[in-house]
Structure formats: structure tokens, C-alpha cells
């Protein structure tokens, strides 16, 4: 028990963390263009204002706003690590900060085994993608086995964590998520799984629909 205490204050801290990074980050950009990316992910209203009121929203939408979209040509990491100080930048913000410029991965995986209390093994379900290691203590102790997963990942000493986007299912909705997959995206007329660029908002819709709630992880 003291041992998942202190992984779970860690994983805490870096929860934290990636908060402050991201919410930091996200105050780059303007209105129209906050709105234009909340509507791709049907999050305005009718009123033309943001609905964040459920679960993930509000990780969506930052999550796009990161790392895809660009400030005259740069990424907004790139521009708001130029723009601090190494002595008001806390450590692990930069290390971050420093991780979301490197390999960053959005895919579907099957959990296969977990391991001493906070490790995930995690199988692709996509091609063009590798088995990767997951580190969190907090859904290593709360999945069911085979749970699948989708979401952001990136490398994170030695292991790979989530950048806070990550949707689970039952591993009984994958064929579900594949025969939604396979459907034809009205934004770009082709499957959605031909497109990696649009897996962000897939997975996004369908997790509202059949995912399964994880509150806080």
C-alpha cells in the first residue's frame, strides 16, 4: 500500500504538471481560433460558445490545440519554451515541455498484461505502430484485463505515459470501434482510419459514446 502511495503521488505530480504545461501553452492562441477547434469537436454550443461540461473536453481540445496546430509556422511548445527562463521554468515542466517536441504517438492499443503495480503492456491495434510499455499507476490499478485504449502517447524515461488524452473501452467494443472506423469521415470523404490526422477526433466521439469513464487519471 505505501508503495502505490508514493507511485501515485508521483503520477499526481506529473499530472499536475502537464495541467500547468498545457494549460499555459493553450493560452497562446485566440478566440476564433480555440472556437474554430472546439467546433471541430462539436464542443460550441448553440449560443457559439464552448461547451466543456463532460469529462476529456477539455484535454480534447487542448490536445489539438498543442500539437497540431501551428503560430506563424512554430509549434507553441517551440515558442513558449523560447520564451521562459531556466530559472523560472520548474525542472519536469521542461522535461515536458522538451518530450511533446519529440515522437508523440495517437493510436489504439489492447492492454496484455500489467506489471508491478503501474506498468502496462499495451499491444497496437493500428498498423504502422509499435507495442509500447505504459506507465500509470492509477490505470494499471483500475483497468480490467484487456481493456483497450486509445490516446496520445509519448516516450517518458524508459517507458511511455499519456500526454492526458487517453479513452478506454471494453476490449468487447473493438469490433464496434473498427466498424465506426471504417465509416466514411464527411470532413475528408475517405475511412476514418485512412487518416491519422483525424484519429484525435474519432476517438474523441466514439469514447463519448460507448467509452468507458476513468474521472481523473
Given at each position: 500500500m505505501l508503495l502505490f502511495r508514493r507511485e501515485q503521488r508521483e503520477h499526481n505530480l506529473l499530472q499536475q504538471r502537464m495541467t500547468k504545461v498545457n494549460t499555459a501553452v493553450a493560452k497562446f492562441f485566440d478566440g476564433p481560433t480555440i472556437a474554430r477547434v472546439g467546433k471541430e469537436l462539436g464542443l460550441m454550443g448553440k449560443d457559439g460558445k464552448l461547451k466543456l461540461e463532460k469529462g476529456g473536453d477539455s484535454s480534447a481540445l487542448v490536445d489539438l490545440l498543442i500539437f497540431r496546430e501551428l503560430l506563424d509556422g512554430r509549434?507553441?511548445?517551440?515558442?513558449?519554451?523560447?520564451?521562459?527562463?531556466?530559472e523560472f521554468l520548474p525542472v519536469l515542466q521542461k522535461e515536458l515541455l522538451e518530450a511533446y517536441q519529440e515522437k508523440t504517438v495517437f493510436s489504439l492499443f489492447q492492454m496484455t498484461a500489467r506489471r508491478e503495480r503501474r506498468f502496462l503492456d499495451l499491444k497496437p491495434l493500428l498498423p504502422d505502430c509499435e507495442g509500447i510499455v505504459l506507465d500509470n499507476a492509477i490505470i494499471a490499478r483500475i483497468a480490467d484485463d484487456d481493456w483497450i485504449l486509445a490516446g496520445r502517447f509519448m516516450p517518458w524515461k524508459g517507458h511511455w505515459i499519456h500526454a492526458?488524452?487517453?479513452?478506454?473501452?471494453?476490449y468487447s467494443a473493438q469490433e464496434k470501434i473498427f466498424s465506426e472506423f471504417e465509416k466514411i469521415d464527411p470532413v475528408t470523404s475517405q475511412p476514418f482510419i485512412a487518416n491519422p490526422d483525424r484519429y484525435p477526433h474519432f476517438f474523441f466521439r466514439i469514447y463519448r459514446e460507448f467509452g468507458i469513464p476513468m474521472g481523473n487519471r
Open positions: 509549434t507553441p511548445v517551440e515558442v513558449y519554451l523560447e520564451q521562459q527562463t531556466e492526458d488524452v487517453i479513452y478506454a473501452f471494453d
